[in-house]
Structure formats: C-alpha cells, structure tokens
C-alpha cells in the first residue's frame, strides 16, 4: 500500500521559515517531489530531488527560497522553506515522481497534505 503522510506545516509569518517532511512508503523512493495547492487553484509542482540528491528541480517561484533534501536511509523527504511569503499559502504534498527529473509528473498517489499559513 502507498502511503505519503506529510508533516511541518503550521503558521508564519512573511519572512519566517518552516521546515516540511514527508514519510514515504510502498513505492521505490526514487526521484521525489512536493506540490502544493492553493484555495481554489490546481495543483502546482514546488519542487523535485533525484535519488542521489545531486540533481534537484524548482518551480520559479520558490527558487532560491525553498531547498529539498532527503534521507533515504529513512524514506523521508524534506522542504526547508525559507523567507516565507502570503503566496505560499497552499497545503503542501509529496510526491512520487515518475520518468526523470525535470518532467515535473507526479504518481497520482497523494497523503493528506499539510497545511501552510503565511500571513503579511
């Protein structure tokens, strides 16, 4: 069975940072990613790592920002999210990848996400 469970999420405030993790299981963790989801918007790619960690991927707006970073002796993903901004409201999921990197396509199996609040 796949299972994604998500956590970190929480409130802040423009400019502060949160750190996300993601336990992963039922799938081989190979390349990996986050999305997130806005009220009312779709589902839009944050981020992506390789296996080996030394090929990583980001959406331009979080770039320079946010670093993903795993443990696969854990199966556990990372997102440090730094210098926070309103526009980064959104609950935050990991992802299986499929294909190489830089494709941005999710396996359609998703966690329940965690939410993240970030205020002005």
């Known amino acids: 069975q796949v299972q994604l469970v998500e956590s970190g999420g929480g409130m802040a405030q423009a400019g502060e940072s949160l750190r996300l993790s993601c336990a992963a299981s039922?799938?081989?963790?190979?390349?990996m990613g986050w999305f997130r989801q806005a009220p009312g918007k779709e589902r839009e790619f944050v981020a992506a790592?390789?296996?080996?960690?030394?090929?990583?991927d980001y959406a331009d707006s979080v770039k320079g920002r946010f670093t993903i970073s795993r443990d696969n002796a854990k199966n556990t993903l990372y997102l440090q999210m730094n210098s926070l901004k309103p526009e980064d409201t959104a609950v935050y999921y990991c992802?299986?990848?499929?294909?190489?990197?830089?494709?941005?396509?999710?396996?359609?199996?998703w966690g329940p996400g965690t939410q993240v609040t970030v205020s002005s």
């Open positions: 992802a299986y990848l499929r294909g190489s990197i830089g494709t941005r396509a999710a396996n359609d199996y």
């Open positions: 039922g799938l081989p963790f190979n390349t």
């Open positions: 790592i390789s296996w080996s960690g030394r090929s990583t």
